[in-house]
């Protein structure tokens, strides 16, 4: 049995329908979400109520799951996990490949998920600004020391000189997505210190450029998120927002990474 493929958006985005994850299905199936993942950057189910077990098995169909946990924002907790774009842990040497996020407990109201693709914004950009970013690379790191945590203050902006001393991984700043030969742009806003050889002064002009350019509306979808929803997107070519506009309510997530490789760049056609 093969889902159903509707688009979400014009560039990115798709809604799978049709399956019931409970059930057990032959592999041409799990094939078919793997095409439409990839094609699309983020796939969405809805009504899909599994438990932990369930969660998992279908998690493993695409991959080695590198980390699982709970993301649960009680009502009296002010900031959100991933209110700001960004792509998940580029500040290590393999990236996972993808994130699936299940819902559990969401808000009456609020609480959706933004996710920027970053196929079509490469691809909108002009060919010599293209040209020059496919020989660059970057430096990922975390230097604000962000992790899993609702506390209630921001963290404080780190110095010029913290981005300049970052050490981290170096990933190429357009990278290719293997299965349907794609060339993305792979900066983001929360783990690109600098470009490879440049100061961080120097770099910023331009990451600050793709960072605004990367999340026009026509690269973006939005899904409102109902009890027993998925997300299943891949972290290779995509940006993902959370948006933090449920103060005073609960919303229960269990998120599952699968572990990636390093990024392999892309090269001039």
Sequence with gaps: MLPEVHKTGGLIGAELRGLDLTADYPDETYEAIRQAW??????????????????????????????????????????????????????????????????????LYGGDTQWAGMGPAFEALSPGLRATLLGLNAIHSNVRKLGLSYEQTDPPEPSIADYDAAAGPVHPVVRLIPETGRAVLYVNPEFT????????????????YLYEFGVRPEFVTRFTWAPGSIAFWDNRQVWHFAVNDYQGQRRVMNRILLAGTKPIPAVAP
């Design 38 to 107: 990839a094609e699309h950057g983020v796939v969405f189910l809805r009504d899909q109520h599994l438990n932990a077990e369930q969660r998992e098995a279908f998690a493993s169909r695409f991959g080695a799951i590198r980390v699982k946990q709970e993301l649960r924002k009680e009502p009296d907790q002010t900031r959100a996990i991933g209110e700001g774009w960004h792509t998940d842990m580029t500040c290590f040497d393999e990236p996972p490949v993808a994130t699936i996020l299940f819902a559990q407990d969401v808000p």
């Design 193 to 208: 210190m600098r470009f490879e050889g440049w100061t961080r002064r120097e770099s910023l002009p331009l990451l600050r």
